[in-house]
């Protein structure tokens, strides 16, 4: 494992994810929107906004995956990461987060859209943030299962099948 991704696992308390990599929820809003004032997709109250800390390292990705909110990534160190995203239409777009040329320290994820993550070097690491608004819940994550979501895009079938696990 990379020295730096050691230390900031270690430093900041991460752990494992669901969805690949690691991470540490470091914010969530004492606020709370109620049910009633919220779109339908929301099936109780959510807090205004959530934060964590995310962190991939060597071939570790983010697994294909939506949500019912937008995300913003928020880019802290390491190497390039590369955001592929599926919207509703089908049409795949690939976003650079990172301090290089042509990527942004900041991208957004629409709610609804799939998206999944890798670093550009393999042999590096990346810390970043994500932010949610409305507030993440668990109960809004949805994890791609690769057959089905070949048979609703079978144009990306190569990029599904790569960052997906099951």
């Known amino acids: 494992m990379n020295q730096k991704a050691r230390k900031y696992i270690k430093q900041l308390g991460l752990i494992k994810h669901p969805e690949g990599g690691y991470f540490k929820e470091v914010y969530r809003a004492d606020e709370i929107i109620k049910q009633k004032h919220l779109p339908k997709r929301y099936k109780s109250a959510r807090n205004f906004s959530t934060s964590i800390y995310f962190l991939l390292e060597g071939k570790q990705f983010s697994s294909f995956h939506r949500l019912?909110?937008?995300?913003?990534?928020?880019?802290?160190?390491?190497?390039t990461i590369l955001i592929y995203m599926i919207d509703k239409q089908g049409n795949l777009s690939i976003k650079k987060l990172g301090n290089e040329r042509q990527c942004?320290?900041?991208?957004?994820?629409?709610?609804?859209?799939?998206?999944?993550?890798?670093?550009?070097?393999?042999?590096?690491f990346s810390l970043f943030g994500c932010t949610v608004s409305p507030g993440f819940d668990f109960k809004d994550f949805e994890l791609g299962i690769r057959d089905t979501l070949i048979k609703k895009f079978p144009q990306h079938k190569y990029i599904i099948t790569r960052l997906t696990n099951q």
Request: charge should be negative; glycine fraction near 6%; hydrophobic fraction near 35%.
């Open 68 to 79: 019912q909110s937008d995300e913003l990534w928020h880019f802290y160190d390491g190497s």
């Open 104 to 124: 942004s320290f900041h991208i957004s994820i629409k709610k609804g859209n799939w998206f999944a993550a890798e670093i550009e070097n393999k042999k590096s």
